[in-house]
Protein backbone atom coordinates (compact mmCIF):
# COMPACT_ATOMS: atom_id res chain seq x y z
CA UNK A 1 0.00 0.00 0.00
CA UNK A 2 0.99 3.32 -0.76
CA UNK A 3 2.27 6.34 1.75
CA UNK A 4 0.87 9.35 1.85
CA UNK A 5 3.07 12.13 3.56
CA UNK A 6 1.02 15.06 5.22
CA UNK A 7 1.81 17.61 7.80
CA UNK A 8 -0.09 17.52 11.22
CA UNK A 9 0.44 20.57 13.94
CA UNK A 10 3.88 21.66 11.79
CA UNK A 11 5.13 17.62 12.20
CA UNK A 12 6.00 15.97 9.10
CA UNK A 13 4.02 12.84 9.29
CA UNK A 14 3.48 9.58 6.69
CA UNK A 15 0.31 7.29 6.60
CA UNK A 16 -0.81 4.56 4.48
CA UNK A 17 -3.63 5.58 2.02
CA UNK A 18 -7.08 5.05 3.49
CA UNK A 19 -6.55 6.34 6.46
CA UNK A 20 -8.17 9.11 7.77
CA UNK A 21 -6.88 12.48 9.67
CA UNK A 22 -7.56 10.49 12.92
CA UNK A 23 -5.64 7.56 12.68
CA UNK A 24 -2.78 9.01 11.20
CA UNK A 25 -2.05 11.48 14.51
CA UNK A 26 -2.82 8.60 16.94
CA UNK A 27 -0.16 6.51 15.73
CA UNK A 28 2.41 9.78 15.94
CA UNK A 29 0.62 10.63 19.67
CA UNK A 30 -1.26 13.68 18.44
CA UNK A 31 -4.34 13.70 20.61
CA UNK A 32 -7.53 14.67 18.71
CA UNK A 33 -10.17 15.55 21.00
CA UNK A 34 -13.21 13.23 19.85
CA UNK A 35 -16.55 11.57 21.34
CA UNK A 36 -18.28 9.28 19.13
CA UNK A 37 -15.57 7.38 17.62
CA UNK A 38 -14.88 4.15 19.03
CA UNK A 39 -11.85 2.02 17.50
CA UNK A 40 -12.78 -0.65 14.87
CA UNK A 41 -16.88 -0.40 15.92
CA UNK A 42 -17.96 3.13 15.21
CA UNK A 43 -16.34 5.87 13.09
CA UNK A 44 -19.07 8.12 11.39
CA UNK A 45 -18.50 11.59 12.14
CA UNK A 46 -21.69 12.09 14.26
CA UNK A 47 -20.65 14.42 17.20
CA UNK A 48 -17.97 16.63 14.98
CA UNK A 49 -15.86 17.09 18.40
CA UNK A 50 -12.46 15.41 16.50
CA UNK A 51 -12.91 17.92 13.54
CA UNK A 52 -9.59 19.88 12.60
CA UNK A 53 -8.54 22.41 10.20
CA UNK A 54 -7.43 21.20 7.01
CA UNK A 55 -5.52 23.94 4.47
CA UNK A 56 -7.64 24.49 1.56
CA UNK A 57 -10.81 23.18 3.25
CA UNK A 58 -14.02 25.36 3.47
CA UNK A 59 -15.06 23.97 6.20
CA UNK A 60 -13.56 21.92 9.28
CA UNK A 61 -13.21 18.10 8.66
CA UNK A 62 -14.34 15.32 10.83
CA UNK A 63 -11.13 13.78 11.28
CA UNK A 64 -12.19 10.51 11.80
CA UNK A 65 -13.96 10.01 8.49
CA UNK A 66 -11.55 12.58 6.45
CA UNK A 67 -8.96 10.05 4.61
CA UNK A 68 -5.33 11.72 4.56
CA UNK A 69 -3.97 13.17 1.01
CA UNK A 70 -0.62 13.48 -0.13
CA UNK A 71 0.50 17.35 0.99
CA UNK A 72 -2.37 17.74 3.46
CA UNK A 73 -1.53 20.36 5.70
CA UNK A 74 -3.76 19.85 9.46
CA UNK A 75 -4.01 22.26 12.34
CA UNK A 76 -5.66 19.90 15.04
CA UNK A 77 -5.73 22.80 17.83
CA UNK A 78 -5.80 26.63 15.85
CA UNK A 79 -8.00 28.60 18.14
CA UNK A 80 -10.85 28.11 15.22
CA UNK A 81 -10.96 24.74 16.51
CA UNK A 82 -10.90 24.91 19.68
CA UNK A 83 -13.78 27.67 19.52
CA UNK A 84 -16.00 24.97 17.68
CA UNK A 85 -15.35 22.13 19.69
CA UNK A 86 -16.62 23.85 23.16
CA UNK A 87 -19.19 25.20 21.11
CA UNK A 88 -20.05 21.37 20.00
CA UNK A 89 -19.41 20.25 23.83
CA UNK A 90 -22.00 22.62 25.05
CA UNK A 91 -24.71 22.55 23.46
CA UNK A 92 -24.23 18.46 24.16
CA UNK A 93 -24.48 19.43 27.44
CA UNK A 94 -27.50 22.09 26.85
CA UNK A 95 -29.45 18.78 26.19
CA UNK A 96 -27.94 16.62 29.23
CA UNK A 97 -29.22 16.33 32.08
CA UNK A 98 -26.69 18.13 34.75
CA UNK A 99 -27.39 15.33 38.21
CA UNK A 100 -24.09 13.89 37.56
CA UNK A 101 -23.65 12.62 41.23
CA UNK A 102 -26.75 10.79 40.92
CA UNK A 103 -25.62 8.95 37.73
CA UNK A 104 -24.30 5.52 37.52
CA UNK A 105 -21.23 7.04 34.90
CA UNK A 106 -20.24 9.81 37.56
CA UNK A 107 -16.67 9.69 37.31
CA UNK A 108 -16.50 6.84 34.54
CA UNK A 109 -18.22 9.36 32.08
CA UNK A 110 -16.88 10.24 28.52
CA UNK A 111 -18.54 13.25 27.98
CA UNK A 112 -17.24 13.99 31.83
CA UNK A 113 -14.13 13.11 30.70
CA UNK A 114 -14.11 15.54 27.37
CA UNK A 115 -15.28 18.67 29.12
CA UNK A 116 -12.25 18.19 31.65
CA UNK A 117 -10.12 17.29 28.54
CA UNK A 118 -11.04 20.53 26.17
CA UNK A 119 -11.31 22.83 29.66
CA UNK A 120 -15.66 23.38 29.65
CA UNK A 121 -16.67 24.36 33.09
CA UNK A 122 -19.63 26.26 32.50
CA UNK A 123 -22.88 25.63 31.12
CA UNK A 124 -23.71 28.31 28.29
CA UNK A 125 -26.84 27.08 26.93
CA UNK A 126 -30.13 26.15 28.46
CA UNK A 127 -33.82 25.45 26.94
CA UNK A 128 -36.05 23.19 26.34
CA UNK A 129 -35.23 19.50 26.49
CA UNK A 130 -35.95 16.98 24.20
CA UNK A 131 -38.10 13.79 25.01
CA UNK A 132 -37.26 12.10 28.66
CA UNK A 133 -38.03 8.49 29.01
CA UNK A 134 -36.93 5.98 30.86
CA UNK A 135 -37.45 2.38 29.94
CA UNK A 136 -37.11 -0.17 32.77
CA UNK A 137 -38.81 -2.97 31.13
CA UNK A 138 -36.02 -5.38 30.31
CA UNK A 139 -34.81 -7.36 33.08
CA UNK A 140 -31.30 -6.50 31.94
CA UNK A 141 -30.81 -3.61 30.47
CA UNK A 142 -32.11 0.09 31.31
CA UNK A 143 -32.85 2.89 28.73
CA UNK A 144 -32.99 6.80 29.88
CA UNK A 145 -33.21 8.58 26.95
CA UNK A 146 -32.56 11.97 28.53
CA UNK A 147 -29.33 10.70 28.77
CA UNK A 148 -28.79 10.44 25.79
CA UNK A 149 -26.61 12.14 23.03
CA UNK A 150 -26.97 10.71 19.48
CA UNK A 151 -23.80 9.06 19.52
CA UNK A 152 -25.36 6.21 17.45
CA UNK A 153 -22.74 3.88 19.13
CA UNK A 154 -25.26 1.32 20.05
CA UNK A 155 -26.88 1.74 16.66
CA UNK A 156 -23.89 0.54 14.98
CA UNK A 157 -23.30 -2.02 17.55
CA UNK A 158 -26.94 -3.72 17.19
CA UNK A 159 -27.02 -3.42 13.71
CA UNK A 160 -23.54 -4.04 12.15
CA UNK A 161 -21.60 -6.09 15.09
CA UNK A 162 -24.46 -7.93 16.45
CA UNK A 163 -26.95 -8.05 13.23
CA UNK A 164 -30.40 -7.78 16.24
CA UNK A 165 -31.15 -4.51 14.31
CA UNK A 166 -32.87 -3.03 17.64
CA UNK A 167 -31.64 0.24 17.99
CA UNK A 168 -32.24 2.58 15.64
CA UNK A 169 -32.49 6.51 15.25
CA UNK A 170 -36.25 7.53 14.47
CA UNK A 171 -37.91 11.22 13.65
CA UNK A 172 -35.46 13.88 12.62
CA UNK A 173 -33.75 17.15 14.31
CA UNK A 174 -35.14 18.11 17.67
CA UNK A 175 -37.49 14.87 17.98
CA UNK A 176 -34.70 12.23 17.38
CA UNK A 177 -34.36 9.69 19.78
CA UNK A 178 -32.39 6.12 19.77
CA UNK A 179 -34.04 3.05 20.59
CA UNK A 180 -36.80 0.33 19.59
CA UNK A 181 -39.65 1.92 17.88
CA UNK A 182 -41.51 5.13 19.45
CA UNK A 183 -44.49 2.35 21.17
CA UNK A 184 -42.05 -0.48 22.21
CA UNK A 185 -39.99 -1.28 25.12
CA UNK A 186 -36.87 -3.22 25.59
CA UNK A 187 -38.53 -5.66 27.17
CA UNK A 188 -40.94 -6.39 25.08
CA UNK A 189 -38.51 -6.40 21.65
CA UNK A 190 -36.26 -8.65 19.71
CA UNK A 191 -33.53 -7.00 21.98
CA UNK A 192 -31.12 -10.13 23.21
CA UNK A 193 -29.98 -8.19 26.18
CA UNK A 194 -26.14 -8.89 25.60
CA UNK A 195 -25.33 -5.73 26.69
CA UNK A 196 -22.96 -4.95 24.13
CA UNK A 197 -24.70 -1.60 23.47
CA UNK A 198 -24.24 -0.62 27.37
CA UNK A 199 -20.75 -1.36 26.46
CA UNK A 200 -20.28 1.40 24.31
CA UNK A 201 -22.26 3.89 25.49
CA UNK A 202 -20.10 6.85 26.67
CA UNK A 203 -22.68 8.39 29.35
CA UNK A 204 -25.28 6.37 31.51
CA UNK A 205 -28.30 6.61 28.57
CA UNK A 206 -27.97 2.58 28.55
CA UNK A 207 -26.94 0.82 31.54
CA UNK A 208 -27.40 -3.15 33.26
CA UNK A 209 -30.14 -3.06 35.28
CA UNK A 210 -28.94 -2.51 38.75
CA UNK A 211 -29.16 -6.06 40.88
CA UNK A 212 -26.60 -4.35 44.04
CA UNK A 213 -29.43 -3.91 46.71
CA UNK A 214 -31.23 -7.65 46.01
CA UNK A 215 -28.04 -8.52 46.93
CA UNK A 216 -27.55 -6.78 50.02
CA UNK A 217 -30.65 -6.96 51.17
CA UNK A 218 -30.31 -11.17 51.19
CA UNK A 219 -26.86 -10.76 53.04
CA UNK A 220 -28.60 -9.06 55.77
CA UNK A 221 -31.25 -11.49 55.78
CA UNK A 222 -30.32 -13.76 58.58
CA UNK A 223 -32.55 -16.41 57.69
CA UNK A 224 -30.68 -16.68 54.49
CA UNK A 225 -27.78 -19.10 53.61
CA UNK A 226 -26.08 -16.63 50.78
CA UNK A 227 -24.16 -18.88 48.02
CA UNK A 228 -22.41 -16.78 45.37
CA UNK A 229 -20.63 -18.42 41.90
CA UNK A 230 -18.16 -16.76 39.71
CA UNK A 231 -17.75 -17.06 35.96
CA UNK A 232 -14.48 -17.42 34.36
CA UNK A 233 -14.02 -14.20 32.22
CA UNK A 234 -14.63 -12.47 35.87
CA UNK A 235 -11.35 -12.71 37.61
CA UNK A 236 -9.50 -11.94 34.37
CA UNK A 237 -11.32 -8.30 34.40
CA UNK A 238 -12.32 -7.83 37.65
CA UNK A 239 -8.93 -6.26 38.85
CA UNK A 240 -9.78 -3.21 36.26
CA UNK A 241 -12.12 -1.93 38.61
CA UNK A 242 -8.90 -1.53 41.36
CA UNK A 243 -6.35 -0.54 39.31
CA UNK A 244 -4.62 -3.49 37.78
CA UNK A 245 -3.70 -3.59 33.90
CA UNK A 246 -6.40 -5.65 32.02
CA UNK A 247 -5.89 -9.30 32.11
CA UNK A 248 -4.37 -9.24 35.29
CA UNK A 249 -5.88 -12.56 37.01
CA UNK A 250 -7.64 -11.73 40.58
CA UNK A 251 -8.82 -14.84 41.40
CA UNK A 252 -8.12 -15.67 44.80
CA UNK A 253 -8.55 -11.70 45.93
CA UNK A 254 -11.66 -11.87 44.24
CA UNK A 255 -12.83 -15.33 46.38
CA UNK A 256 -11.51 -13.06 49.52
CA UNK A 257 -13.66 -10.32 48.57
CA UNK A 258 -17.11 -12.16 48.07
CA UNK A 259 -16.01 -13.49 51.69
CA UNK A 260 -15.62 -10.80 53.46
CA UNK A 261 -18.69 -9.36 52.07
CA UNK A 262 -20.78 -11.73 53.76
CA UNK A 263 -21.16 -15.12 51.58
CA UNK A 264 -22.00 -18.13 52.78
CA UNK A 265 -20.20 -20.34 50.22
CA UNK A 266 -18.18 -19.10 47.53
CA UNK A 267 -18.11 -21.26 44.94
CA UNK A 268 -17.01 -21.62 41.24
CA UNK A 269 -19.01 -21.61 37.91
CA UNK A 270 -16.29 -23.35 36.52
CA UNK A 271 -17.22 -26.86 38.34
CA UNK A 272 -20.68 -26.75 36.62
CA UNK A 273 -18.07 -25.53 32.82
CA UNK A 274 -16.51 -29.37 33.64
CA UNK A 275 -19.88 -30.58 34.09
CA UNK A 276 -21.28 -29.12 30.72
CA UNK A 277 -18.35 -30.84 29.03
CA UNK A 278 -19.82 -34.35 30.78
CA UNK A 279 -23.16 -33.64 29.38
CA UNK A 280 -22.35 -31.76 25.97
CA UNK A 281 -19.92 -33.97 25.21
CA UNK A 282 -22.10 -36.95 25.76
CA UNK A 283 -25.17 -35.42 23.78
CA UNK A 284 -22.69 -34.96 20.69
CA UNK A 285 -21.49 -37.97 20.64
CA UNK A 286 -25.32 -39.15 20.91
CA UNK A 287 -26.21 -37.30 18.11
CA UNK A 288 -23.60 -38.01 16.01
CA UNK A 289 -23.80 -41.64 16.28
CA UNK A 290 -27.50 -41.57 15.20
CA UNK A 291 -26.83 -39.57 12.56
CA UNK A 292 -24.50 -42.07 11.21
CA UNK A 293 -26.00 -45.15 12.01
CA UNK A 294 -29.40 -44.05 12.07
CA UNK A 295 -30.05 -40.92 9.38
CA UNK A 296 -33.55 -40.74 9.27
CA UNK A 297 -34.23 -40.22 13.29
CA UNK A 298 -33.36 -36.61 12.82
CA UNK A 299 -30.19 -36.05 14.72
CA UNK A 300 -30.10 -32.66 14.01
CA UNK A 301 -26.56 -31.84 13.10
CA UNK A 302 -24.67 -29.53 13.61
CA UNK A 303 -25.24 -29.37 17.25
CA UNK A 304 -24.60 -25.70 18.62
CA UNK A 305 -23.63 -24.75 22.08
CA UNK A 306 -26.50 -23.15 24.76
CA UNK A 307 -23.95 -21.58 27.25
CA UNK A 308 -25.19 -17.99 25.87
CA UNK A 309 -28.51 -16.66 26.76
CA UNK A 310 -28.18 -13.75 24.36
CA UNK A 311 -27.44 -16.14 21.87
CA UNK A 312 -30.21 -18.22 22.67
CA UNK A 313 -33.07 -15.27 22.50
CA UNK A 314 -31.18 -14.26 19.47
CA UNK A 315 -32.05 -17.55 17.93
CA UNK A 316 -35.23 -17.88 19.38
CA UNK A 317 -36.35 -14.71 17.65
CA UNK A 318 -34.45 -14.87 14.43
CA UNK A 319 -34.11 -18.77 13.49
CA UNK A 320 -36.59 -21.02 15.55
CA UNK A 321 -36.28 -23.29 13.17
CA UNK A 322 -32.72 -24.40 14.50
CA UNK A 323 -34.14 -24.50 18.09
CA UNK A 324 -33.85 -28.63 17.92
CA UNK A 325 -29.79 -27.80 16.66
CA UNK A 326 -29.11 -26.52 20.32
CA UNK A 327 -27.62 -28.62 23.18
CA UNK A 328 -30.40 -28.97 25.96
CA UNK A 329 -28.04 -28.69 28.34
CA UNK A 330 -28.70 -25.43 30.71
CA UNK A 331 -26.06 -22.70 31.48
CA UNK A 332 -22.67 -23.57 33.50
CA UNK A 333 -24.23 -20.82 36.13
CA UNK A 334 -27.89 -22.31 36.12
CA UNK A 335 -26.63 -25.65 36.09
CA UNK A 336 -24.57 -24.69 39.77
CA UNK A 337 -27.87 -23.29 40.90
CA UNK A 338 -30.01 -26.10 40.47
CA UNK A 339 -27.20 -28.39 42.12
CA UNK A 340 -26.86 -25.93 44.80
CA UNK A 341 -30.89 -26.50 45.84
CA UNK A 342 -30.54 -30.15 45.48
CA UNK A 343 -27.48 -31.72 46.26
CA UNK A 344 -25.74 -29.49 48.18
CA UNK A 345 -28.95 -28.29 50.30
CA UNK A 346 -29.32 -31.71 51.35
CA UNK A 347 -25.88 -32.90 51.54
CA UNK A 348 -25.56 -29.86 54.45
CA UNK A 349 -28.92 -30.25 55.41
CA UNK A 350 -30.28 -26.74 54.28
CA UNK A 351 -33.52 -25.98 53.75
CA UNK A 352 -33.41 -24.80 49.72
CA UNK A 353 -36.54 -22.40 50.83
CA UNK A 354 -33.58 -20.69 52.44
CA UNK A 355 -31.19 -20.60 50.36
CA UNK A 356 -30.37 -17.09 47.85
CA UNK A 357 -28.20 -18.11 45.16
CA UNK A 358 -26.32 -15.53 43.14
CA UNK A 359 -24.11 -15.20 40.21
CA UNK A 360 -21.62 -12.98 39.37
CA UNK A 361 -21.62 -13.23 35.22
CA UNK A 362 -19.72 -10.97 32.56
CA UNK A 363 -23.17 -10.99 31.19
CA UNK A 364 -26.33 -8.45 31.46
CA UNK A 365 -27.77 -11.35 29.63
CA UNK A 366 -27.51 -13.55 32.21
CA UNK A 367 -30.06 -11.22 34.25
CA UNK A 368 -32.85 -12.32 31.95
CA UNK A 369 -32.15 -16.01 32.25
CA UNK A 370 -32.63 -16.18 35.63
CA UNK A 371 -36.14 -14.95 34.58
CA UNK A 372 -36.92 -17.85 32.76
CA UNK A 373 -39.91 -20.15 33.53
CA UNK A 374 -37.26 -23.29 32.48
CA UNK A 375 -35.04 -22.41 35.09
CA UNK A 376 -36.69 -23.97 37.83
CA UNK A 377 -36.05 -27.27 39.73
CA UNK A 378 -38.58 -28.86 42.68
CA UNK A 379 -40.35 -25.30 42.59
CA UNK A 380 -37.18 -23.07 43.22
CA UNK A 381 -35.43 -20.65 41.06
CA UNK A 382 -31.86 -22.19 40.07
CA UNK A 383 -30.55 -18.71 40.73
CA UNK A 384 -31.85 -15.90 42.47
CA UNK A 385 -29.99 -12.76 40.95
CA UNK A 386 -27.16 -12.04 39.08
CA UNK A 387 -25.11 -9.31 39.30
CA UNK A 388 -21.98 -7.86 36.75
CA UNK A 389 -18.63 -7.51 36.87
CA UNK A 390 -19.07 -4.12 37.38
CA UNK A 391 -22.00 -4.34 40.14
CA UNK A 392 -19.10 -6.34 42.08
CA UNK A 393 -16.42 -3.87 41.82
CA UNK A 394 -19.16 -1.37 43.17
CA UNK A 395 -20.05 -4.07 46.09
CA UNK A 396 -16.78 -4.54 46.86
CA UNK A 397 -16.07 -0.76 47.22
CA UNK A 398 -19.49 0.01 48.78
CA UNK A 399 -18.36 -2.77 51.50
CA UNK A 400 -15.13 -0.91 52.11
CA UNK A 401 -13.03 -3.40 51.42
CA UNK A 402 -9.21 -3.19 50.52
CA UNK A 403 -9.55 -4.95 47.27
CA UNK A 404 -5.25 -4.74 46.16
CA UNK A 405 -4.21 -6.22 49.47
CA UNK A 406 -6.49 -9.07 50.29
CA UNK A 407 -5.01 -12.13 50.85
CA UNK A 408 -5.50 -15.04 48.25
CA UNK A 409 -8.58 -18.00 48.89
CA UNK A 410 -9.57 -20.64 47.63
CA UNK A 411 -13.09 -21.53 46.83
CA UNK A 412 -15.41 -23.79 48.83
CA UNK A 413 -15.69 -27.58 47.96
CA UNK A 414 -17.52 -29.47 46.61
CA UNK A 415 -18.76 -27.30 44.11
CA UNK A 416 -15.90 -25.35 43.65
CA UNK A 417 -12.65 -27.42 42.13
CA UNK A 418 -12.62 -27.17 38.36
CA UNK A 419 -9.72 -27.92 35.40
CA UNK A 420 -8.14 -25.82 33.36
CA UNK A 421 -10.60 -27.07 30.45
CA UNK A 422 -13.33 -25.02 32.14
CA UNK A 423 -11.11 -22.17 32.88
CA UNK A 424 -11.04 -21.33 29.17
CA UNK A 425 -15.16 -21.18 28.44
CA UNK A 426 -14.49 -17.43 29.38
CA UNK A 427 -13.14 -16.88 25.80
CA UNK A 428 -14.34 -17.35 22.24
CA UNK A 429 -13.29 -21.17 21.43
CA UNK A 430 -12.91 -22.20 24.60
CA UNK A 431 -15.78 -24.27 25.01
CA UNK A 432 -15.54 -26.44 21.91
CA UNK A 433 -11.89 -26.74 22.77
CA UNK A 434 -12.54 -27.86 26.36
CA UNK A 435 -15.40 -30.05 24.94
CA UNK A 436 -12.79 -31.79 22.03
CA UNK A 437 -10.30 -32.20 24.83
CA UNK A 438 -12.68 -35.05 26.73
CA UNK A 439 -14.88 -36.02 23.38
CA UNK A 440 -11.15 -36.97 21.89
CA UNK A 441 -10.30 -38.88 24.65
CA UNK A 442 -13.83 -40.46 25.48
CA UNK A 443 -13.47 -41.81 21.46
CA UNK A 444 -9.89 -43.16 21.08
CA UNK A 445 -8.90 -43.23 24.82
CA UNK A 446 -5.86 -40.90 23.80
CA UNK A 447 -5.59 -36.99 24.80
CA UNK A 448 -6.15 -34.81 22.29
CA UNK A 449 -3.17 -34.70 19.96
CA UNK A 450 -3.05 -30.58 19.95
CA UNK A 451 -0.07 -28.70 21.30
CA UNK A 452 -0.61 -27.78 25.02
CA UNK A 453 -3.93 -29.21 24.33
CA UNK A 454 -4.57 -26.09 22.05
CA UNK A 455 -6.54 -26.09 18.97
CA UNK A 456 -4.69 -23.07 17.41
CA UNK A 457 -7.11 -22.23 14.43
CA UNK A 458 -9.56 -21.72 17.49
CA UNK A 459 -8.05 -19.56 19.44
CA UNK A 460 -8.50 -15.72 18.75
CA UNK A 461 -10.66 -13.02 17.92
CA UNK A 462 -11.65 -13.84 14.32
CA UNK A 463 -15.22 -13.64 13.70
CA UNK A 464 -15.67 -17.41 12.55
CA UNK A 465 -13.08 -19.91 12.87
CA UNK A 466 -13.10 -23.67 12.20
CA UNK A 467 -11.06 -26.97 12.53
CA UNK A 468 -11.25 -30.35 11.55
CA UNK A 469 -10.26 -33.69 13.86
CA UNK A 470 -10.10 -37.06 12.50
CA UNK A 471 -10.98 -40.13 14.26
CA UNK A 472 -8.47 -43.27 14.11
CA UNK A 473 -8.43 -46.15 16.10
CA UNK A 474 -11.18 -45.64 18.29
CA UNK A 475 -12.44 -47.49 20.86
CA UNK A 476 -14.45 -50.72 20.26
CA UNK A 477 -17.62 -48.91 21.60
CA UNK A 478 -17.19 -45.98 19.22
CA UNK A 479 -16.00 -47.99 15.62
CA UNK A 480 -18.87 -45.78 14.31
CA UNK A 481 -16.15 -42.96 13.83
CA UNK A 482 -13.56 -45.03 12.64
CA UNK A 483 -12.06 -42.57 9.86
CA UNK A 484 -14.78 -39.98 10.37
CA UNK A 485 -13.18 -36.12 10.33
CA UNK A 486 -15.39 -34.08 12.76
CA UNK A 487 -15.59 -30.49 11.76
CA UNK A 488 -15.89 -27.93 14.01
CA UNK A 489 -16.81 -24.30 13.66
CA UNK A 490 -16.09 -21.36 16.29
CA UNK A 491 -18.53 -17.63 16.42
CA UNK A 492 -18.55 -14.94 18.60
CA UNK A 493 -20.96 -11.76 17.91
CA UNK A 494 -24.72 -12.75 17.21
CA UNK A 495 -24.02 -11.66 13.16
CA UNK A 496 -21.32 -14.87 12.85
CA UNK A 497 -23.98 -17.12 14.12
CA UNK A 498 -26.22 -15.50 11.50
CA UNK A 499 -24.44 -16.38 9.02
CA UNK A 500 -23.58 -19.96 10.38
CA UNK A 501 -27.13 -20.57 11.23
CA UNK A 502 -27.64 -19.27 7.23
CA UNK A 503 -25.67 -22.17 5.76
CA UNK A 504 -27.96 -24.59 8.50
CA UNK A 505 -30.98 -23.17 6.94
CA UNK A 506 -29.47 -23.73 3.23
CA UNK A 507 -28.59 -27.28 4.27
CA UNK A 508 -25.17 -26.61 3.25
CA UNK A 509 -23.55 -26.38 6.71
CA UNK A 510 -20.33 -28.71 7.12
CA UNK A 511 -19.97 -29.17 10.27
CA UNK A 512 -20.69 -31.52 13.18
CA UNK A 513 -20.56 -29.18 16.44
CA UNK A 514 -20.59 -25.31 16.46
CA UNK A 515 -20.10 -23.05 19.27
CA UNK A 516 -21.37 -19.66 19.38
CA UNK A 517 -20.97 -16.80 21.99
CA UNK A 518 -23.32 -13.95 21.83
CA UNK A 519 -20.54 -11.29 22.63
CA UNK A 520 -17.55 -10.56 20.26
CA UNK A 521 -14.78 -12.15 22.04
CA UNK A 522 -16.73 -14.25 23.87
CA UNK A 523 -17.31 -13.71 27.94
CA UNK A 524 -14.15 -11.84 28.29
CA UNK A 525 -15.76 -8.64 26.51
CA UNK A 526 -19.71 -9.33 27.81
CA UNK A 527 -22.23 -6.37 27.98
CA UNK A 528 -21.30 -6.50 32.41
CA UNK A 529 -17.35 -6.27 31.92
CA UNK A 530 -15.39 -3.00 33.00
CA UNK A 531 -15.17 -0.58 30.04
CA UNK A 532 -13.51 0.26 28.18
CA UNK A 533 -13.21 -2.94 25.64
CA UNK A 534 -11.13 -3.05 22.84
CA UNK A 535 -9.06 -5.80 20.95
CA UNK A 536 -6.13 -4.73 22.64
CA UNK A 537 -7.86 -5.48 25.79
CA UNK A 538 -9.62 -8.24 24.71
CA UNK A 539 -5.92 -9.87 23.86
CA UNK A 540 -4.89 -9.57 27.28
CA UNK A 541 -7.84 -11.18 28.86
CA UNK A 542 -7.84 -13.58 26.60
CA UNK A 543 -4.18 -14.15 27.53
CA UNK A 544 -5.61 -14.31 31.28
CA UNK A 545 -7.89 -16.71 30.79
CA UNK A 546 -5.43 -19.21 29.08
CA UNK A 547 -2.56 -18.89 31.44
CA UNK A 548 -5.19 -20.08 33.94
CA UNK A 549 -5.61 -23.02 32.17
CA UNK A 550 -2.17 -23.84 31.66
CA UNK A 551 -1.45 -23.44 35.47
CA UNK A 552 -4.10 -26.09 36.23
CA UNK A 553 -2.47 -29.54 37.64
CA UNK A 554 -6.20 -31.26 35.77
CA UNK A 555 -6.85 -29.46 32.66
CA UNK A 556 -9.76 -32.12 31.16
CA UNK A 557 -13.02 -31.72 32.47
CA UNK A 558 -13.22 -35.43 32.91
CA UNK A 559 -10.35 -35.18 35.28
CA UNK A 560 -12.53 -33.59 37.73
CA UNK A 561 -13.00 -35.80 40.29
CA UNK A 562 -15.74 -33.47 42.34
CA UNK A 563 -17.87 -33.67 38.89
CA UNK A 564 -17.22 -37.69 38.84
CA UNK A 565 -18.38 -37.95 42.65
CA UNK A 566 -21.71 -36.07 42.02
CA UNK A 567 -22.69 -38.65 39.38
CA UNK A 568 -21.75 -41.09 41.84
CA UNK A 569 -23.78 -39.99 44.38
CA UNK A 570 -26.23 -38.19 42.71
CA UNK A 571 -26.69 -37.56 39.26
CA UNK A 572 -25.78 -41.41 38.30
CA UNK A 573 -24.31 -41.10 34.95
CA UNK A 574 -24.33 -38.02 31.70
CA UNK A 575 -27.71 -37.84 29.53
CA UNK A 576 -29.12 -39.79 32.56
CA UNK A 577 -32.71 -39.41 34.27
CA UNK A 578 -31.83 -36.96 36.85
CA UNK A 579 -29.08 -34.54 34.87
CA UNK A 580 -31.75 -34.24 32.53
CA UNK A 581 -34.17 -33.52 35.37
CA UNK A 582 -31.65 -30.82 36.39
CA UNK A 583 -29.06 -30.04 34.08
CA UNK A 584 -30.83 -29.67 30.76
CA UNK A 585 -34.08 -27.37 29.45
CA UNK A 586 -35.89 -26.45 26.68
CA UNK A 587 -36.16 -23.55 24.71
CA UNK A 588 -39.55 -21.67 22.89
CA UNK A 589 -40.01 -19.87 19.40
CA UNK A 590 -40.52 -16.06 19.84
CA UNK A 591 -41.92 -13.14 18.03
CA UNK A 592 -39.92 -11.96 15.05
CA UNK A 593 -39.71 -8.64 13.62
Known amino acids: MSMINLTINNKQIQAEEGTTIFEAAKKYNILIPHFCYFENVHQIGACRVCVV ?3 GAKTLMASCVTEVRDGMVVHTNSEKVRKVRKVLYELMLSDHPKNCLGCLRNQNCELQDLGTLIQVDEFKYEGVKSK ?19 CRRCVTVCNEIQGVGLMNPHHRGFETFIGPTEDEMLGESICTNCGQCVLVCPVGALKEKDST ?3 WDALLDKSKTVI ?3 APAVRAALGEKFGYEPGTLVTGQMTSSL ?23 TEFLHRVKTALTSPTNGAHLPMITSCSPGWIKFLEHQFPDQIPNLSSCKSPHMMLGALTKS ?13 FMVSVMPCTAKKFEITRPEMINDGFPNVDAVITTRELARMIQDAGIDFRNLPDSPFDSPLGESTGAADIFGTTGGVMEAALRSVYEFVTGRELPAEG ?4 PLVGLKRIKAAEIKIEKPLLEYSFLEGVTIKVAVTSGLKGAAELLEQIKRGESPYHFIEVMGCPGGCISGGGQPRPVNDAIRIKRLQAIYQEDEGKQHRKSHENQDVMKLYKEFLGQPLGHKSHEYLHTTYIPRKKN
Do not use: W
Open 132 to 150: ELVDSSSPSIVRDSSKCIL
Open 259 to 281: REMGFDYVFDTNFAADLTIMEEG
Open 213 to 215: QIV
Open 228 to 230: VQT
Open 53 to 55: EVK
Open 343 to 355: YFAKKMNIDPNDI
Open 453 to 456: LHIK
